[in-house]
């Protein structure tokens, strides 16, 4: 059985680009699947095909759920990958999105399987979305970092080269496909504050949808996504003001970002324990921290 299934074949997209994005290791705080679902939504994308999950993930790290039809029958989801296209009549191209966790196996295969794809559509370029965690404070605009197979492209959107070296995902695993195949490609990478990691990061999510717009041309309205950002920031704020070593740990990232130097503070608490206790306090602020609307 093929892993692609196809729901029906989206004839007549315009010079599409595919834009991808996948839950896990390349997604920290959530950015970048809030970004690729944001833009879905705000473009009334519609589903046309998934991938079947059974060759490329490991069901004991990406679990399947379980949920109630009618009440009272259960229906197993699997964890797949969806294609959504989204035709925008007014922007120079459409768009087809990938979204999805990132996969356990066979990552050659896999993005063979989404090169294949993008070819048969008749891509012109293939995007992927990421978000890294970084030494960076949330009080400074979000960084947004770039490779592409066009230099041009770089220059065009004031985007800083990437000098990383290490550890890679599934984002640059497919982005390295694309190269080997010939087909135009670029990757958007947002950096995210590591202390705090494990909220929702709309502000990181807005800065990838804005790259992107300029990236595709096609634009997107982003009032909720703004609305949310802002949310995020008072929420951090006040907890950041609350607690004076967390402040004096942002103030640190701050000079190091080549603000305005402060006093070198003190002997200050770890990372994780920033984190820890700004999560706490997040939470105790309701829910599980600033609510992401429309990014989720």
């Given at each position: 059985?093929?892993?692609?299934?196809?729901?029906?074949?989206?004839?007549?997209?315009?010079?599409?680009?595919?834009?991808?994005?996948?839950?896990?290791?390349?997604?920290?705080?959530?950015?970048?699947?809030?970004?690729?679902?944001?833009?879905?939504?705000?473009l009334g994308a519609s589903r046309f095909a998934t991938i079947d999950p059974e060759e490329f993930y490991d069901f004991q790290a990406t679990r399947p759920r379980v949920k109630l039809v009618d009440g009272h029958a259960r229906?197993?989801?699997?964890?797949?990958?969806?294609?959504?296209?989204?035709?925008?009549?007014?922007?120079?191209?459409?768009?087809?999105?990938?979204?999805?966790?990132?996969?356990?196996?066979?990552?050659?295969?896999?993005?063979?399987?989404?090169?294949?794809?993008?070819?048969?559509?008749?891509?012109?370029?293939?995007?992927?979305?990421?978000?890294?965690?970084?030494?960076?404070?949330?009080?400074?605009?979000?960084?947004?970092?770039?490779?592409?197979?066009?230099?041009?492209?770089?220059?065009?959107?004031?985007?800083?080269?990437?000098?990383?070296?290490?550890?890679?995902?599934?984002?640059?695993?497919l982005h390295a496909a694309c190269q080997q195949a010939g087909l135009p490609s670029a990757s958007l990478w947002a950096?995210?504050?590591?202390?705090?990691?494990?909220?929702?990061?709309?502000?990181?999510?807005?800065?990838?949808?804005?790259?992107?717009?300029?990236?595709?041309?096609?634009?997107?309205?982003?009032?909720?996504?703004?609305?949310?950002?802002?949310?995020?920031?008072?929420?951090?704020?006040?907890?950041?003001?609350?607690?004076?070593?967390?402040?004096?740990?942002?103030?640190?990232?701050?000079?190091?970002?080549?603000?305005?130097?402060?006093?070198?503070?003190?002997?200050?608490?770890?990372?994780?324990?920033?984190?820890?206790?700004?999560?706490?306090?997040?939470?105790?602020?309701?829910?599980?921290?600033?609510?992401?609307?429309?990014?989720?």
């Amino acid at each position: 059985m093929q892993p692609l299934r196809w729901e029906h074949r989206p004839d007549g997209l315009r010079a599409p680009a595919l834009v991808c994005a996948f839950k896990g290791w390349n997604d920290a705080a959530d950015a970048a699947s809030s970004a690729i679902t944001f833009v879905g939504a705000a473009l009334g994308a519609s589903r046309f095909a998934t991938i079947d999950p059974e060759e490329f993930y490991d069901f004991q790290a990406t679990r399947p759920r379980v949920k109630l039809v009618d009440g009272h029958a259960r229906e197993v989801v699997w964890p797949e990958v969806e294609l959504f296209e989204a035709r925008i009549p007014r922007a120079p191209r459409d768009l087809v999105l990938l979204a999805g966790s990132e996969p356990s196996f066979r990552w050659r295969t896999f993005s063979k399987l989404i090169v294949e794809l993008a070819e048969v559509l008749g891509a012109q370029l293939v995007v992927t979305l990421g978000a890294l965690l970084a030494d960076v404070p949330h009080t400074r605009p979000v960084s947004v970092t770039g490779l592409t197979s066009d230099p041009a492209l770089i220059a065009r959107l004031g985007l800083a080269p990437s000098s990383y070296e290490g550890p890679t995902g599934i984002v640059g695993v497919l982005h390295a496909a694309c190269q080997q195949a010939g087909l135009p490609s670029a990757s958007l990478w947002a950096a995210v504050p590591h202390y705090i990691a494990a909220t929702p990061n709309p502000k990181a999510a807005l800065a990838l949808v804005r790259k992107l717009e300029g990236l595709v041309g096609v634009a997107v309205d982003a009032s909720d996504l703004e609305g949310a950002a802002a949310d995020y920031d008072r929420q951090v704020n006040l907890a950041v003001q609350s607690d004076p070593d967390v402040q004096a740990f942002v103030e640190r990232l701050e000079a190091a970002a080549g603000d305005e130097p402060s006093d070198e503070p003190g002997q200050l608490p770890s990372g994780e324990t920033i984190a820890r206790d700004l999560q706490r306090f997040l939470r105790q602020r309701g829910g599980d921290g600033p609510e992401a609307s429309g990014a989720s």
